[in-house]
DNA sequence: GAAAATTATTTTAAGCTTAAAATAATATGA
DNA sequence: TCATATTATTTTAAGCTTAAAATAATTTTC
């Protein structure tokens, strides 16, 4: 059950068995690092537009675009998960923005726990006015792929994605017992 | 020439023309934030474990990576370049590694200005016990895609990589007029 | 062989980020 | 109802990260 045991004996010639480490996922490894550097690439360049031309910083402008998606408002802790940063980061932030008068941040009505944080009509106006600039960056980052490889890229990122959720929810219970052994 | 005009018309039926921004690059985005999630995805679980496993974080594994693959060590400036950080950050960073005995840090015989690291023999060991399992948990995580998806996305990823490349080179000189046109 | 320009790094100030512990409000169950 | 558990957030301590300014060494240019 261990992750470090290779359990999936993949048929590998002599060469590549031995020079690896005990099941040579060499081309994951490398695929992931390609990953990781399309990925710096493109968020760095987007940082430093957004700073250059917005003076603002890309958390901030992460934030205020997952806000401009629910005109009602958010939890921290929805926030959080789509966000994908801790929460603790989160209560930072909104201070910020909410100083900056971007955000706008209140104890919910029902639920005394749950702080609730919107977009102001001033940060509407001020993402609107970004989002812009930002999607023809990204597109022009982009541009040297053609529709159908770009596609080809959405699906199969969506396969990774599910496939690393799988592997997620596999450790994150190592011990289950209670309920069935089903699902 | 400017990034945010929409200069490659593609067609688009009506429908998709007036819900979306004056291009309408919104494939590209969607692509952007997927690539970022599963980046995140895979990022988050690699920090989690190497944490539980070997109290390390991230940033000092990837630097002691970068190490391992130069026996005779590396300049700062060349650590920065390949890891994609900036140059203060790893000033701190290579400090508190070497703090721990896991690199050694001393100025170049040659230029008095240039800092050299090495991976210490404390720190290749650590680190070689550490690659083990982390190569096993990405090729978990990737373990839903064929060896031929995985080909597919290192092809593709290198093509993004150098598009990405491409726009960045275009605004970082906006005027050029020295040595010609040329190129 | 100096002045000027470049290169490599460090410092600084501010902000971001996490994990873990603490606080506070709500829900659950005898 | 009251104790217990759960949920939502904040606080804390440490470390990461950046951009910009400062420092220091080397190279270039006249």
Chains 1, 2 share one sequence.
Not at 72 to 92: A, C, P, Q, Y
Not at 131 to 160: D, F, I, Q
Not at 167 to 178: C, I, M, N, Q
């Amino acid at each position: 059950m261990a992750a470090s045991a290779p359990e999936t004996l993949t048929i590998v010639d002599a060469e590549t068995v031995h020079v690896d480490a005990p099941a040579g996922h060499k081309a994951e490894i490398r695929l992931w690092l390609r990953l990781l550097t399309c990925t710096m690439t493109i968020e760095t360049s987007i940082r430093r537009k957004l700073r250059e031309r917005f003076d603002v910083t890309l958390p901030r402008f992460d934030l205020m675009a997952q806000l401009e998606k629910a005109p009602d408002g958010m939890t921290l802790g929805e926030l959080s998960k789509r966000m994908m940063v801790s929460n603790g980061n989160l209560t930072g932030l909104v201070e910020r923005l909410a100083a900056a008068k971007l955000v706008d941040s209140r104890a919910s009505e029902t639920d005394r726990r749950a702080q609730i944080v919107r977009l102001t009509a001033e940060g509407r106006a001020e993402f609107a006015a970004m989002a812009v600039e930002h999607e023809s960056w990204v597109a022009e980052m982009m541009r040297g792929l053609s529709p159908g490889e770009v596609e080809t890229l959405m699906r199969l990122l969506a396969k990774l994605k599910r496939s690393a959720h799988i592997a997620l929810s596999a450790d994150e219970k190592p011990a289950e017992g209670k309920n069935g052994a089903a699902s």
